[in-house]
């Protein structure tokens, strides 16, 4: 056999032997994800778009939840920064819980711009909340002193770890936490979704205004009928509370106050 027949036989031997190679190398190559491994994602795919086609409620991240709170439908408005820490307030919430601890603020902040926008008022019945809605009515019932209030959240706070609500000196007092610190509480949202708890017939009063002059609250209570002026000394200052008694309905009261709204923005019924 001559040198080219050698030749031409070594060339065939290396195509064939290479053949392999080259076919492993487009078996390497990326290939689309397998049927099943699709089909094994579809399910979850699934549930979410029946969900949303649904409008159920679909489950929270942790990171929006409240420490110690449960809570049903919230919808979240744009988040805020606290200290390194992030608070998601919410737009609305159809149901909410909450346990821990609550602190209060009196006359050091008495007059200061709230979130809302108002003016704090230490007399009252108004609370700071981290995220609920800004209006939102909350009932907070202390165990420990068997006492419980109706607060309108009209702030953002308290912001340090632990403390769920901030009470005005009002709500403070009347469950008897002044003195004490923080208090163990428990606050359930009531807007709407559970019956206020507090009586409809009784003895009920408007409290309209408090002046830390007493002309100031004479001038208010001489053109209403019904109004008497209440002293309290707060911190060792004198102020002048101006009441309309005499209501003997919840309803009453409530009419009467609502009809002041425009003059007197801050009124609350006060349950004797």
């Known amino acids: 056999m001559n040198r080219f027949i050698w030749k031409?036989?070594?060339?065939?031997?290396?195509?064939?032997?290479?053949?392999?190679?080259?076919?492993?190398?487009?078996?390497?190559?990326?290939?689309?994800?397998?049927?099943?491994?699709?089909?094994?994602?579809?399910?979850?795919?699934?549930?979410?778009?029946?969900?949303?086609?649904e409008k159920k409620p679909i489950a929270v991240a942790d990171a929006r939840t409240p420490a110690g709170a449960e809570m049903f439908g919230a919808v979240f408005d744009r988040p805020y920064t606290v200290r390194g820490i992030t608070y998601y307030r919410m737009k609305s919430v159809q149901s909410f819980k909450q346990s821990g601890l609550a602190s209060w603020y009196g006359k050091g902040d008495h007059g200061k711009k709230t979130s809302s926008g108002e003016r704090y008022n230490m007399f009252d019945m108004t609370a700071a909340h981290k995220q609920l809605p800004l209006g939102s009515l909350v009932r907070v019932d202390c165990s420990e002193t068997g006492k419980t209030v109706v607060v309108r959240v009209n702030d953002r706070g308290p912001h340090v770890p632990g403390r769920i609500i901030d009470l005005s000196y009002a709500a403070a007092s009347q469950l008897e936490l002044i003195g004490k610190g923080l208090t163990k509480v428990?606050?359930?949202?009531?807007?709407?979704?559970?019956?206020?708890?507090?009586?409809?017939?009784?003895?009920?009063?408007?409290?309209?205004?408090?002046?830390?002059?007493?002309?100031?609250?004479?001038?208010?209570?001489?053109?209403?009928?019904?109004?008497?002026?209440?002293?309290?000394?707060?911190?060792?200052?004198?102020?002048?509370?101006?009441?309309?008694?005499?209501?003997?309905?919840?309803?009453?009261a409530v009419t009467f106050k609502d009809s002041k709204v425009g003059t007197y923005p801050n009124a609350l019924i006060i349950s004797e």
């Open 186 to 252: 428990d606050i359930t949202l009531i807007n709407g979704t559970e019956e206020d708890n507090e009586p409809e017939m009784g003895n009920f009063s408007v409290q309209l205004a408090s002046f830390s002059i007493r002309q100031n609250a004479e001038e208010v209570a001489a053109g209403i009928a019904n109004a008497v002026i209440e002293p309290a000394i707060i911190n060792g200052t004198e102020y002048f509370r101006v009441r309309v008694v005499g209501f003997t309905t919840r309803e009453d």
């Open 8 to 53: 031409i036989l070594i060339l065939n031997l290396l195509i064939l032997s290479a053949l392999p190679a080259f076919a492993d190398g487009e078996t390497a190559q990326p290939q689309t994800q397998p049927q099943e491994q699709q089909k094994a994602a579809a399910p979850e795919d699934k549930k979410m778009a029946s969900a949303i086609e």
